[in-house]
């Protein structure tokens, strides 16, 4: 009880931080006066607001990214570029352009909820507990818990809370399976899992490519969307040497 009083301190905390800042630049005022008399602006004026819209919701991806960074949960370049795969992904599917801002905020911050997980846990070098792991399994909701109280953030919060949804249904937190699994949640599985296979930790080192492949194509259609795999693969395979380069690293070396 302690432990969850602490981690709602934190995150409320961690939202008035935000708030602050992006009213100290005078964007809320700016974007609620805007709301109301909407129909007496002119283009510019709109193109204006829209453009200060999105210079703070840029920002605010920019705070947590950072946040990530201080509990050391990104994983540099690797995320960058993934993200950046998961909206090559969304756009060779289709998805809206409302759906591929979601997908980019996602992509970047779905693991923001392991700000509330503490770091005996997010660092264990051992298998977790059943106990350690169903803690950490609350990331989800923890992420969805602090981004939908930002507006504009709150589809992007449900897609962050489905993140771990199992394509055969045996996944968390709610075991939604196939299209019911939000599509964007789909495609950060996917990505997410790509990443974690093969990124090196303190503690291990990250796959060789050619096994994360293997493990990702085995798990296609059980764990991670199909669809979304042969998409992702189509184009990684060929670009995934560039990125291993500007990592320092190559494909071949376990990364
Ligand atoms: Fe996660």
């Known amino acids: 009880m302690g432990e969850r009083l602490r981690l709602n301190f934190r995150f409320r905390l961690l939202f008035l931080a935000l708030l602050v800042a992006a009213m ?23 193109k204006r607001l829209e453009e200060q819209a999105s210079a703070l919701r840029n920002s605010v991806i920019c705070a947590f990214n950072q946040l990530l960074d201080l509990k050391d949960l990104n994983t540099g370049v690797h995320s960058t570029r993934l993200a950046e795969w998961g909206m090559r992904v969304g756009q060779e599917l289709g998805l809206e352009e409302a759906e591929l801002q979601n997908l980019e905020v996602a992509a970047l911050l779905h693991d923001i ?21 169903a803690l950490m399994k609350r990331h989800s909701e923890y992420g969805w818990a602090v981004l939908r109280m930002l507006p504009g953030f709150e589809r992007a919060a449900l897609d962050i809370l489905h993140h771990h949804e199992s394509f055969d249904g045996k996944g968390y937190p709610a075991g939604l399976k196939d299209t019911e699994i939000p599509v964007v949640s789909r495609i950060v599985c996917v990505i997410d899992a790509f990443d974690a296979m093969v990124s090196s930790r303190p503690y ?22 199909p669809v979304v795999v042969r998409t992702f693969l189509s184009f990684a395979q060929a670009e995934m040497s560039t990125v291993f380069a500007a990592a320092g690293t190559s494909v071949s070396s376990a990364l």
């Open 24 to 46: 100290s630049n005078h964007q809320i005022p700016a974007l609620t006066e805007a709301s109301l008399s909407l129909g007496a602006l002119d283009p510019l004026r709109i």
């Open 113 to 133: 909820g392991k700000v509330g997980i503490p770091d005996a846990i997010l660092r264990k070098p051992t298998r977790l507990d059943p106990e350690e792991y």
């Open 204 to 225: 291990r080192k990250g796959l060789p490519y050619e096994e994360a492949v293997r493990r990702l194509t085995e798990a296609s259609g059980t764990q991670f969307d």
